[in-house]
């Protein structure tokens, strides 16, 4: 690429937005940011916007536009609003490279048109290719989009393949593909006690800082689930060929075993800014502000295999990736209700699971190989999460 990589960054001002914005800021010879999204938390919006002087910032509605627009007199960034903006940004003719970072479905159009508009496509919004896989890679494959996973795991597994790697693993003698796992805040509460565990406790994850929603899925470990669903699309894995191992200290962040009995694997601190630093150079490797390890510090690793009663979510995961159709769609969808449910403290931990897994039984299989299937799938996924809800709370 000649001149510098010109970015639009979607989901700017959560958890993965201010770690891009951080290794964006720390080489201005390399990267220039065109366009800035973000939903709510404008003060901090406005503040990058100063800071990196985007071309565009696009926000949720018209209100939030109007209140940003005024804050911004004089920076030269114009204020846009909605889902068009935000698939605008994402394909314009000025961009060369999109950081997909919205969380959850929201993120699906925008990152979508990013794929369509053959942009090199930094993929952090896992949720996207769980509810689309099938839409999305043929996209992918169609436009010949650079796809980059952002991911820990995935990114992971990216590096630990052989460049050469054409979505054949078997071709490339691997045998399977190690997710790792922390196992999150609960891994070793007594299963009794989880029935009283707070929002609060469920987000105090002990290796990584995340958003709220992430945060949730990685105690119950959802969030492993649908990382299982989109390896099986970002490195078409048959789901026998995916396994995931609980590793406490979040150091190997995934690993690739070959049939010579080789396992390569990519280790770091457990901080976003390397994925991020990777994906972003790649091929090149930058200086991602992140300390170097210290194996000394670390002292060990653990591996452990995951208890499905603790993690029912896990099972309910690899329940809808072998389904196929709109399962992974109903899963995602089902799991957002749920999550935000018990978030606003109306639903108890355990009943996250519970809800997933009576909407899956609700909702009639069917076909996903329409972006239109998708987004029904989405709705009835979510229609029977809340029905589930409103049974919970006259019962
Ligand atoms: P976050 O909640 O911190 O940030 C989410 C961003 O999306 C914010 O900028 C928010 O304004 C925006 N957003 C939320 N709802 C929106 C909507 N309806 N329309 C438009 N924008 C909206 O989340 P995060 O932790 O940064 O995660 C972002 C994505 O990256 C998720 O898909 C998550 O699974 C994935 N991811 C995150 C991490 C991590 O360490 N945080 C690691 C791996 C993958
Ligand atoms: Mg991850």
Redesign the pocket.
Known sequence: MTGRQRLAI??????????TLDVVARHPERFEVVAL?????LDI?AAQCRRHRPRYA?V?DSADAKRLGEALAGVGTEVLAG?AA?EGVAALPEVDTVM?????A??LS?TLAAVRAGKKVLL?????LVMAGAVFMAEVSRRGTPLLP???EHNAVFQSLPRAFDGNLAACGVRKVLLTASGGPFRATPIEALAEVTPEQACAHPN????????V?SATMM?KG?EVIEARWLFNAMPEQIEVVIHPQSIIHSLVQYVDGSVLAQLGNPD?RT?IAHALAYPDRIDAGVAPLDLFEIGRLNFERPDLRRFPCLSLAFQALRAGGNAPAVLNAANEVAVEAFLEGRLAYPDIAQVIAASLDAVPAAATDTLEAVLAADRAGREAALGMLLVRHAS
């Open positions: 979607l989901g700017a001002t959560g958890s993965i937005g201010l770690s999204t973000g939903h709510r938390r919006l696009v949720g889902v935000l997909a970072a919205i969380v959850g929201a993120g925008p952090a919004n896992k949720e996207a952002i991911d820990s990584w800082v995340m958003g709220r929603k992430i945060s899925d969030n649908l976003m994925p």
